[in-house]
């Protein structure tokens, strides 16, 4: 199966580790097969944020407003190419549409070009443990994990963009009494317990109450009526509806400064199953794939391993089966899900062949998934 344009993303977070933009790598054998790509993905674009445009190794040409740009774009020019001349055509152009630049893998020796404004600029911190002369608000690439992070921007960073967050968290022994009460009332919903039991659960903790009812309405859900109580969502959804929205809420639990990326993360990898794998399965499936999703990040995000987590929690065994064993109906679309977190594409490709999915359907779930997480925050 051929791959016109295949996309990954990494998210872009500041110095508190949240999310000011989000990144996309562009797999694709020329920069028009990209263009015609994102053309077809006007529905499903992240607005919320500012998204990076990285081209992989292609070289940045006038092709590139061969399409209506949106207006949250910022196109990567990576600094080898300044001087080539089709880049050299490009930037006035972009600058004349009003379109902002990212300076990427840039080193403090190159020459720029005169009045261009990069915004951003990415460098490897790798080479460079210091963000020396950046011409604009330096971003970190290359960290390993979270302490890596940290000291970056001791040295001076301004943020980072990759996946770093994902490593380095302590775990702890239990769970927190927060994320407690929301596994005590996930299993009172998967076991059909009285409204009246659940409800007593939730108005112990008010704000627990408002932010459910709020994911419940919120724009993403497609609801046609406003929700007004935990028994009219009941009414309304249904006892096995509502599991997704506890899960949702268990995701987004954590209190820690650190963890809106972790959260951005783990709802996006869960509306991205959810959609990649909707021509697969029942509609009876479709939460239990946002859920396996968004649960392959708990361990990170509530610092408690997956084992205690799953034996805190009465979920079906196809979930379970791909978060612990990777095995099972959902493995799979898991495995595409983190595929897509990667700077390099090729297993993506490989995946997305032996599932025999269309590449962009593949694009259109992981900008699908990024667009409802973005919509949730805060």
Not at 54 to 80: Q, R, S, Y
Not at 107 to 136: E, Y
Request: hydrophobic share 45%; proline share 6%.
């Amino acid at each position: 199966m051929s791959h016109s344009l295949l996309l990954t993303r990494e998210p872009v977070v500041n110095r508190n580790r949240a999310i000011t933009a989000n990144r996309l790598i562009a797999h694709a054998a020329s920069v028009a097969d990209v263009v015609n790509g994102l053309k077809k993905f006007e529905d499903e674009w992240p607005a919320q944020h500012p998204v990076f445009l990285c081209l992989g190794k292609l070289v940045p040409t006038p092709d590139l407003l061969d399409w209506d740009v949106p207006d949250n774009l910022m196109v990567e020019i990576p600094a080898p190419t300044l001087a080539h001349p089709k880049t050299q055509e490009l930037l006035p152009q972009l600058k004349a549409a009003g379109v902002n630049m990212c300076l990427s893998w840039y080193t403090p020796d190159i020459a720029l070009p005169p009045d261009i404004d990069w915004r951003f600029v990415l460098m490897d911190q790798r080479k460079f443990p210091h963000p020396s002369n950046s011409p604009g608000l330096s971003l970190a690439w290359g960290l390993q994990d979270s302490p890596a992070f940290d000291t970056a921007i001791n040295r001076g960073y301004d943020g980072a963009a990759g996946w770093f967050f994902l490593q380095g968290s302590a775990s702890s022994k239990s769970l927190a009494p927060s994320h407690a009460q929301i596994v005590r009332l996930l299993n009172l919903v998967r076991n059909n317990a009285d409204v009246k039991d659940i409800e007593a659960v939730l108005k112990q903790d008010v704000a627990l109450s408002y932010k459910l009812l709020r994911y419940i309405n919120s724009v993403g859900f497609g609801l046609r009526c406003e929700i007004q109580s935990f028994r009219h969502a009941v009414t309304i959804l249904g006892y096995n509806n509502l599991n997704k929205w506890l899960s949702l809420l268990l995701v987004t639990a954590s209190r820690d400064p650190a963890a809106p990326a972790l959260m951005q993360a783990s709802i996006a990898r869960g509306r991205m199953m959810e959609r990649v794998g909707a021509p697969f399965f029942d509609k009876a499936d479709y939460d239990n794939l946002f859920i396996t999703g968004a649960f392959s990040l708990l361990p990170s995000l509530l610092g408690t391993s997956l084992g205690d987590l799953l034996s805190e929690m009465s979920l079906p065994e196809s979930i379970t089966d791909a978060l612990v064993n990777g095995e099972g109906e959902y493995a799979s679309f898991l495995k595409l899900a983190r595929a897509c977190e990667r700077f390099d594409a090729t297993n993506l490709a490989k995946l997305t062949t032996d599932l025999t999915i269309d590449s962009h359907a593949v694009n259109a779930a992981l900008l699908a998934g990024v667009q409802f997480a973005d919509s949730l925050q805060n």
